[in-house]
């Protein structure tokens, strides 16, 4: 799907108006949530206990950034929510026109110009059986909201990362690729950096490969040039990811998709992240080794430069 700075919202939208816990209408600060079709104040924003979303993380969702009032590759996340969603035989109850208005509307309704969606749709309510088929409709819930992930600070001193022992999960029993609402494998992954003090954690496949960090793809560079593990190494095939690619075309810096070790890792000139939340940030050490001069490298603060160059200047406008 191809990102237009210049797309118009729809002239009628998809929703209803926001309502207080009376049921009447309301024009307060307070956060506004989309719950299938509807705005609700935050308190009053519920999902029931027998939704499969919660019982058995059955659903799946996306993280969208938004940017000085345009929301960054929105229909390149929709169509990876639409992936996902085929994936799992989950019917989204909506088209993908009438979904990009709810997810501009949520951001009109709480007025904000720059902030993160978390875009979410589960398999409904069911019973306390695993049976999808007891699920008649499914559930689309959008949360606008402001996000910081890191510090300002890590991304000028750099990130410490430490390889843990939960492996990603293997694309014959639950495909990365796939942004399921069952997310324990990294929450795993994540408890165990917080154990020992590291800022991320580096996540291996079951060959021993790196695969990616909790919620953010890896990047390693030597010698000038850019390495990333392949998606077949278990790497979600993230938006900011692609982005990387881009500029790297621009800026003639070759970058290799191929497996990458530890070791890789270790020796590296620069390494930085990437993800939708966490954005580009440099990573200075992994597993207690320094990773080159021990500060962020030229090319990753060429790289920072531009994407931030980019997410300010395209988009799919929202007011």
Known sequence: MKNDADTAVLDKPAVKPAIDSKGGATATKEMRIYVDGEFFAEAD????????????????FEGIR?????????EEHLERLWDSARSIALEIPMSIKEMSEALLETIRQNDLRDGYIRLVV???????????????KP?????AAKI????ESLYNSGLTVVTVASR?????????????LNYLNNVMARIEANLANADEALMLNDQGYVAECTADNVFVIKHGQIFTPPISAGALRGITRGVV??????????????????HDVFVADECFLTGTAAELIPVIKADGRVIGTGKPGPITARMIQRFREITRETGTAIY
């Open 122 to 136: 589960t398999r409904g309510v069911g019973n306390l059986g695993l049976n999808p088929a007891q699920c008649k």
């Open 139 to 143: 559930s689309v819930i959008i949360i």
């Open 168 to 180: 990603r999960t293997n694309p014959a029993s639950l495909n990365p690729a796939v942004k399921s």
């Open 245 to 262: 690619f881009e500029i790297a075309a621009e800026t003639g810096i070759k970058i290799t998709e191929t497996n990458i070790t530890r």
């Open 148 to 151: 910081a992930l890191y510090p």
């Open 45 to 60: 924003a519920k999902v029931s206990v027998f939704d499969h979303g919660l019982l058995y993380g059955d659903g799946i």
């Open 66 to 74: 938004f940017y000085n009032g345009r929301v960054f590759r929105l």
